[in-house]
């Protein structure tokens, strides 16, 4: 099954069970969705595509939930960290930092990086190699500082 029937039978479920907040995180979802496969026309949207939008979607959100908490809102940051648990149901399971460490010194070595200068080509190559499980800025704060 993937995301979009995913998306689809958990509204139908929300709307069942009366859930206005698991059923506005979803609809939000689907019609960003819908917008990136508007925006790529003619050619069909992929699930990495969706995938990359479950991905904004978050990242969205925990940027939200730091401005609200600077602003003092614990009412708004409530809501977002219910959004953002909802939202992270349909990304990948994550992978720990044990694992990112593991895979960045291994593409360090197979890339022969040595300088923060090698940092694209090495934080290409792992977010490939992760194929979304992993976490860009936990990425990025390891390839710091195993190259430094």
Known sequence: MDIREKLTADMKDA???KDSLRLDAIRFLQAAIKKTEIDMRPNPITPDDVLG????MVK?????????????????????TAELKILENYLPAQMSRE???ALV??????LKASTVKDMGPVMKAVI?????AADNKIVSEVIKSKLT
């Open 99 to 101: 694992q990112i460490e």
């Open 60 to 80: 969205q959100r925990k940027e939200s939930i730091e401005q609200y908490q600077a602003a003092s809102r614990q009412d708004l940051v409530d809501k977002e």
């Open 15 to 17: 709307m069942r069970a």
């Open 128 to 132: 490939a190699k992760s194929g979304g």
């Open 53 to 56: 939008v479950v991905k904004k």
């Open 105 to 110: 010194v291994a593409t360090i070595a197979e």
